[in-house]
């Protein structure tokens, strides 16, 4: 750590560098125990804390360098924009997408479930009269294929999209390509 204080800028930049990979992990972290990883969780904390104190460490170790002051919440802002692509790139654990198309929804059903997405079908009661919601549990990571489906079905239909802890049992394929085209062609 001496040869970090002897220059003006390599201090601010490793507790610049620490703070952003410290938040990315508390990003992380979160993420994993809102999903239920009961391991990757407190793992990712302990690293988390002890990457923080050593950035704490040093500035207080020179109070003097006034720089680092700025470097520590450049490094937070950073961490946390990093935390988040990285979080949009793991997509772990899955999504329920609820969609509610205007008139039948047996048409919209049938493409998604050609798609190798499981949907449920609930009849209900809307401000205008009867309406159907559709429901399907997908994989994040399949997410982008679903909206894809919905928004070349009609690109102004209501959906929402929450996560899910956990699923148990369902419809969850990887559909082969090969079968995606006969469930298409109807075969």
Known sequence: MEALKESWWLLPLFIFAARTVDVSLGTLRVIFISRGHQWLGPLTGFFEILIWLLAVSQIMSNLDNWICFLAYPSGYAAGAYLGMFIERQLALGYVVVRIIPNGEPLQ????????????????????????????????????????????????????TIEDVRQTSEGIHPVLSDRRRVAMRAGK
């Open 108 to 159: 919209l059903a049938q493409l998604l479930r050609a798609e190798g997405f499981g949907v449920t079908t609930v009849n209900a009661e809307g401000a205008n009269g009867r309406v159907s919601i559709l429901f399907s549990v997908v994989r994040r990571k399949k997410l982008a294929g679903v909206l894809r489906v919905i928004r070349n079905y009609h690109h102004k239909l209501f959906y």
